[in-house]
C-alpha cells in the first residue's frame, strides 16, 4: 500500500467509546482505522462516519496493522484486566520495533505499569492514557489523560491534541508524568466522581423527600444551580434527568428506576490506593460505602420494616432550605477535589509519577465528568503553588469554605433530627474539621497502643521514642 494511502491512527474495541473516539480523529482530517471481534461494529463505524472522512472496519488485527503508517499508532478501548493483555499478546507478534500502543480504558494503574516494562522490553512503546467525557465527549471532545513513554507521547501529541475538549483554546490534554501516571490521575478522576455523585444524590433526597419537592421543581431548583458557582456536568446533567419521561409508563423515569447502583472498581481503588498512601479521601470512601450499601436492598426493605424508618419533613422555608443546600454542596465539592489532588500530591512523589499538578487541574475544566466552575479556582491556586499538598491551604479557596461552612452546619442539623442518611455531607465536614484541628484526640489513641502493644509513642515537650509501662487502678 502506498504511504500516503495509509492510516495514521487504529482502534481495537469499536463499542460506543472506541467508534466515537476514532470518527472524532477522522473529523479532525486523520485516517482511521478499527476492528471488533463484531463485524458488525465495523461496519457501523464506517456507515457513521461523517462524509469525506476516511474511516474504516477491518475484519482481522493483521488486515489493521497493514494498513497503518509507521510508527505504527493503536489504542486498545476493551474491558479492563485479561482482554488487555490478551490484545497486547495478539498484536506484538504483528508490530515491528518503534510502534505504540495504547491503553484507553480503566486499567488499574499497576497492570499499565507492569504492561509498560513487559512491551518495552519486546521493543515497543506502551502508554496508559485515560479518557474521560462518555459518549458524547469521545465524540466531541474528551478529557485525555496520558502518561509514561514521553517518546511515544511526542508522536501522538498533535492527534490527542486536535480531538480533545477545548477550554479558551487549550487542548484539555497533558503529559500527566511518568510510568502509569496517565491510568493513576483517571483513577483519582473517578473516585472524585462517585463522590460527587453521592453528594448531588443526597442533595436530592433532601429537597425531593424533605422539601416535597416534584420532578419540575427538582429541574428548575438544578438549573438555577447550573446556572450559578455550582455550573458543573454532574448538575448539569441532574437537571435533565428530572425532565426524563418513561417510554413504558406514564411517569418521570427517575421515579422508576431502582436505588441499586452499580460500580466498576475504579472509585474502590481510590479508596485502597489512598489507604496504601495515607492520605484520608473519606468522601471518597463513603461514596464506594454507600454504592455497596444500596446493593443490599432486600437487606434494607427487611430493615426499613424492622425500624420504622421515617423522613420526616424538614421543615425550614424551601428558598431559604434550597440556598442552604447549595453551600453545603459546593462545600463538599471543594473537599472532594481536595482530597482527590491531596491524593496525586502525595503518589507524584512517592510512587515516583511527577504528576504536574496544575496541568491536571487544567484538562480537567473541559470534557470531563467531574468539569466545573470551580476548577477555575483550583487551577489558579496551583498556578500559584505547584506543590500546594492540599487545596483547603489556599488563602483563596479557605474564604470561600469559610463563607459556606455555616449554611452546611445547619443543613446537618437538620438532617439528624429528621432521619436522612446525609453521609457525604457529614464526612465533608468532618474531614474539614479535622483537617483543620491543630490538635486531635489521636495522643489517647497512641496511649492505648502504647498500653495494650507497646508500639511507643512521641512526646510533645521532647523528641524522641518513648515506652510506658502503663500501671492498673481498678478501683
Known sequence: MEKNNLFDFGMIGLGTMGRNLLLNMADHGFKAIGFDKDLQKGKLLETSATPGTTVKGVDTLEEMVKQLGVPRKIMMLVPAGKPVDDVINSLLPLLEKGDIIIDGGNSHYTDTLRR???VRDKGFHFMGIGISGGEHGARTGPSIMPGGDPEAYAQVKHILEAVAAKVNGSACVAHLGKGAAGH??????????????????ETYQLLHEGEGLNNDELHKVYKNWNEGELQSYLVEITRDIFLQADDKTENRLVDMILDRAGAKGTGKWTSQDSMDLGIPVPVIDIAVSLRDLSAAKEERIQAAAL?????????VPREVFIQQLADSLYFSMIVCYAQGLA????????????????????????????????????????????????????????????????????????????????????????YFEAYRSEQLPTNLIQAQRDYFGAHTYQRVDMPGIFHTEWASFDN
Not at 187 to 195: D, K, T
Not at 307 to 315: A, G, N, R, V
Not at 377 to 389: D, H, K, R, V
Request: some cysteine.
Open 116 to 118: 509498560v516494562n513487559f
Open 184 to 201: 493513576y490521575v483517571k483513577m483519582v478522576h473517578n473516585g472524585i466522581e462517585y463522590a460527587i455523585m453521592q453528594l448531588i444524590s
Open 307 to 315: 425500624y420504622k424508618s421515617t423522613h420526616f419533613k424538614i421543615e
Open 343 to 430: 491524593l496525586l500530591h502525595k503518589a507524584s512523589s512517592e510512587l515516583q509519577m511527577d504528576i504536574p499538578l496544575p496541568e491536571v487541574v487544567r484538562i480537567w475544566r473541559g470534557g470531563c465528568i467531574i468539569r466545573a466552575a470551580m476548577l477555575e479556582i483550583f487551577y489558579t491556586a496551583f498556578q500559584e503553588n505547584p506543590n500546594l499538598p492540599n487545596l483547603l491551604l489556599d488563602k483563596n479557596i479557605a474564604a470561600l469554605i469559610q463563607a459556606k461552612q455555616q449554611h452546611l452546619r445547619t443543613v446537618i442539623m437538620h438532617t439528624v433530627q429528621t432521619g436522612f442518611p446525609v453521609a457525604g455531607l457529614m464526612t465533608s465536614l468532618c
